[in-house]
């Protein structure tokens, strides 16, 4: 089992930026690749960003590169979404989840956190 601690949210104006952090706790977070995802009211549930266990390969959606990092510190077993140029269409809740390696299937999930971006 990992249990994930999402946290960062809030609201903002269009154009800032916000950091999101998830902690992970339980089993050993190198042995997971992570992900961000995020639903929007009335939206399904929708990828964000991945990273690799070790941190050295990334993965973006379309709508948020250039303009979101993620990244991982497997010493402090957190993983960041760094949140830049935001637009009202990035509000939504923000979950991280983590993919046990070997696996196609992200099994565990946090609680998530909101973001809102007022225009």
């Known amino acids: 089992q990992v249990q994930l601690v999402e946290s960062g949210g809030g609201l903002v104006q269009a154009g800032d930026s916000l950091r999101l952090s998830c902690s992970a706790s339980?089993?050993?977070?190198?042995?997971?690749?992570m992900g961000w995802f995020r639903q929007a009211p009335g939206k399904e549930r929708e990828f964000v960003a991945s990273?690799?266990?070790?941190?050295?390969?990334?993965r973006y959606a379309d709508s948020v590169k250039d303009r979101f990092t993620i990244s991982r510190d497997n010493a402090k077993n957190t993983v960041y979404l760094q949140m830049k140029s935001l637009k009202p269409e990035d509000t939504a809740v923000y979950y991280c989840?983590?993919?046990?390696?070997?696996?196609?299937?992200?099994?565990?999930w946090g609680q998530g956190t909101q973001v809102t971006v007022s225009s």
């Open positions: 990273i690799s266990s070790s941190g050295g390969i990334t």
């Open positions: 339980g089993r050993t977070f190198s042995n997971y690749c």
């Open positions: 989840a983590a993919r046990p390696l070997g696996t196609v299937n992200y099994n565990y």
